[in-house]
T-cell receptor
């Protein structure tokens, strides 16, 4: 069973702090990894994609990938109350068709003013 | 630039009725995917379609569920004889032809409630 595991949270951080979200994946063949943000009752919104080991930065967001440890993380710098949402980690299903992603259940982030 | 459009946004059906969910992909996108999100669960892949072709239906329940993406018009996810366990959010996603196929963009979702 191919899985993506995330801590469900909630993760609570004060405004302006760094929020650190983590996930692990079971399929060693996975090649592409994604972070989505989902507000309650809304659709998942793509924040970051990462394909190579190391860090990828985009504004306040940094994604980190370690394929040897099968570990993906998302750092949110200068967290804002508007960042409060559920963050979904996803990995491609190796051997599956394109667009067949395995999602974690999400980590709920709460940023306190 | 319109995103992925889904309708209806909310649908209530009695047990045994049929539910039809529609999805128009983002402009320029030719690949459509359907995902289901059960309460307190992660998103689960159901099916991947291109125009007039089902490419991968490995996530579709064996019975009562079907999907199509006709040459003209939106993609449709059809659930026959709905049961309470079908109550979920159904998200459609799309991606452009060519590279980046795993980068998919979701629509606003259709929330199905079976009573």
């Amino acid at each position: 069973q191919k899985e993506v595991e995330q801590n469900s949270g909630p993760l609570s951080v004060p405004e302006g702090a760094i929020a650190s979200l983590n996930c692990t994946y079971s399929d060693r063949g996975s090649q592409s990894f994604f972070w989505y943000r989902q507000y309650s009752g809304k659709s998942p919104e793509l924040i970051m994609s990462i394909y190579s080991n190391g860090d990828k930065e985009d504004g306040r967001f940094t994604a980190q990938l370690n394929k040897a440890s099968q570990y993906v993380s998302l750092l949110i710098r200068d967290s804002q109350p508007s960042d409060s949402a559920t963050y979904l980690c996803a990995a491609d299903y190796y051997g599956g068709s394109q667009g067949n992603l395995i999602f974690g259940k999400g980590t709920k982030l709460s940023v306190k003013p | 630039n319109a995103g992925v459009m889904q309708n209806p946004r909310h649908l209530v059906r009695r047990r045994g009725q049929e539910a039809r969910l529609r999805c128009s992909p983002m402009k320029g996108h030719s690949h459509v995917y359907w995902y289901r999100q059960l309460p307190e669960e992660g998103l689960k892949f159901m099916v991947y379609l291109q125009k007039e072709n089902i490419i991968d239906e490995s996530g579709m329940p064996k019975e009562r569920f079907s999907a199509e993406f006709p040459k003209e018009g939106p993609s449709i996810l059809r659930i026959q004889q709905v049961v309470r366990g079908d109550s979920a959010a159904y998200f459609c996603a799309s991606s452009p032809p060519g590279g980046g196929g795993n980068t998919i963009y979701f629509g606003e979702g259709s929330w199905l409630t079976v009573v």
